[in-house]
Each structure stands twice: as C-alpha cells, then as structure tokens.
C-alpha cells in the first residue's frame, strides 16, 4: 500500500479481475480484502472490491462482509460457468446480491 501510494496510485481493486478471485475460497477472498482494508485508510487508497462468483449465496456472503468493512464500492462480474445470454439473465443473478 505505501508502495503504491508513493506511485500515486490511490484505488485498488480486490479480488478484481487479475484472475485470483476465481481461485480463492470465500474465507480466502474476505481474508484478503479485510488485509487491504487494515492499510488502505492509511495511505488513503480506496477499495473497490470484487465479490461476484458462481453462486448467488457466496457473492451475497461477500457482499455483506464488504459492507460491514467499509468498502468505497463493490463489483460483481457475472458468473464464468453459466453464461449470461440476456439482460434479464444478467439482472436476475445480480439482483440477489445488491
């Protein structure tokens, strides 16, 4: 974190789409958000925070833990195994979770 507010970087996305999230667990994804959210406030960088998955109970869970951190705002891409084919498949899968 002091490295990249040094390089004036001031937002980060967690669990975003470097590909890492899709290979965490759910405990593994909020452990990683709760560390960038013990020094983000300190260096001032805000955090955007990925929490979609394949499932609509886990993207909720993390949702959730996102909000009780304190996030500046939350993501959700569409679920990589059940292709999304129509606006109204992509809204019912995110309605849930918002």
């Known amino acids: 974190a002091a ?3 040094s390089q004036n970087v001031f937002h980060i996305f967690v669990n975003g789409t470097t590909g890492e999230s899709v290979s965490l667990s759910v405990k593994e994804r909020k452990q990683m958000l709760e560390a960038w ?10 955090v955007l925070v990925n929490i979609g998955t394949n499932n609509i ?3 909720k869970e993390l949702a959730v833990h996102a909000s009780a951190l304190g996030v500046d705002a939350i993501s959700a ?5 059940f292709k999304v084919t129509t606006m109204q498949s992509l809204v019912s899968y995110l309605a849930p979770i918002a």
């Open 37 to 46: 959210m013990a020094v983000a406030p300190k260096y001032r960088i805000q």
């Open 77 to 81: 891409m569409a679920p990589s195994f």
């Open 57 to 59: 109970p886990d993207s």
């Open 3 to 5: 490295h990249l507010a």
